[in-house]
């Protein structure tokens, strides 16, 4: 005949959820923190390449239509930012979905 567990034991089946819970809120700390970090970079090369590249965008419309396509994948509208707040869009989509939970 096998024993239930008494309250020694659920109390450390609570304690075992707690510690998983705390665990998991600081990997999404860290993940967030990361991709934060990440953003900043992207943002900065996004500006970066967008500068260097102005006249090339503007003058070839082939080239013009492949950075339109790749901001538009990545939810940047580059008619509506300027140079500063060129990649806007990209930080609010992965901040937003991943405050809902990771969905990237």
Request: charge should be positive.
């Amino acid at each position: 005949m096998r024993r239930r567990p008494g309250i020694a034991g659920l109390q450390r089946d609570v304690q075992a959820r707690e510690q998983y819970r705390s665990a998991g809120e600081e990997v999404r700390r860290a993940t967030l923190q990361q991709m934060k970090e990440q953003l900043a970079l992207f943002k900065s090369k996004l500006e970066e390449f967008a500068i260097k590249h102005k006249a090339d965008i503007r003058r070839d419309p082939v080239f013009r239509a492949q950075f339109h396509t790749m901001c538009a994948n990545i939810g940047v509208d580059p008619l509506a930012s300027n140079k500063v707040g060129l990649a806007v869009g990209v930080e609010n989509r992965l901040l937003t979905s991943h405050a809902d939970g990771p969905h990237i």
